[in-house]
T-cell receptor, first 112, second 109 residues
Framework: NAGVTQTPKFQVLKTGQSMTLQCAQDMNHEYMSWYRQDPGMGLRLIHYSVGAGITDQGEVPNGYNVSRSTTEDFPLRLLSAAPSQTSVYFC???????????FGPGTRLTVL | GQQLNQSPQSMFIQEGEDVSMNCTSSSIFNTWLWYKQDPGEGPVLLIALYKAGELTSNGRLTAQFGITRKDSFLNISASIPSDVGIYFCAGLNTDKLIFGTGTRLQVFP
């Protein structure tokens, strides 16, 4: 099992560009989520999904879109990147929200 | 939105000392979780608490789910150098897992 994989590991964008952060898991987990981590702020929930076809907003959803067409994949889209979106992004998955969430290695994004 | 306040923000201790950290919230949570994050990696689950008043141990780690359901505590006994990292509490309500701001632990030999 690869666990939770994220690509890319690093990315630099210019303001206004769009891109998709990829997340995949091979553990047949129903619950997947995206967090951003900023210094001194801990991890903040962006979007989450309780199963294929179902997504919902977390604490800081503005500027991000998600979709869940399969159980395995949960991509995060930045529609028009802004410097405030410079952060480390973590994807996580679990069977259910109250079970242990397994985190991916993170994507370090810089928006210039 | 919901906020989890963790304290202390950072701790510098000597190897062998015990450590205590806590997490408080303005909201009630049904589940409390404690995670540890090593540099450059994602958080890893240490302990999960599912019932108010519950006290759970995992080796040298002990965590408690507060009676009011608005707080939780984590203790580490006899710290060792590999305990270094950032410790996060997280509270779960329905489907949303909310993380605290973290406690950065540094252990000196």
């Amino acid at each position: 099992n690869a666990g939770v994989t994220q690509t890319p590991k690093f990315q630099v964008l210019k303001t206004g560009q769009s891109m998709t952060l990829q997340c995949a898991q091979d553990m047949n987990h129903e619950y997947m989520s995206w967090y951003r981590q900023d210094p001194g702020m801990g991890l903040r929930l962006i979007h989450y999904s309780v199963g294929a076809g179902i997504t919902d907003q977390g604490e800081v959803p503005n500027g991000y879109n998600v979709s869940r067409s399969t159980t395995e994949d949960f991509p995060l889209r930045l529609l028009s990147a802004a410097p405030s979106q410079t952060s480390v992004y973590f994807c996580a998955s679990s069977y259910r929200p109250q079970n242990e969430q397994f985190f991916g290695p993170g994507t370090r994004l810089t928006v210039l | 939105g919901q906020q989890l306040n963790q304290s202390p923000q950072s701790m510098f201790i000597q190897e062998g000392e015990d450590v205590s950290m806590n997490c408080t919230s303005s909201s009630i949570f049904n589940t409390w979780l404690w995670y540890k994050q090593d540099p450059g990696e994602g958080p890893v689950l240490l302990i999960a608490l599912y019932k108010a008043g519950e006290l759970t141990s995992n080796g040298r780690l002990t965590a408690q789910f507060g009676i009011t359901r608005k707080d939780s505590f984590l203790n580490i006994s006899a710290s060792i150098p590999s305990d270094v990292g950032i410790y996060f509490c997280a509270g779960l309500n329905t489907d949303k897992l909310i993380f605290g701001t973290g406690t950065r632990l540094q252990v000196f030999p």
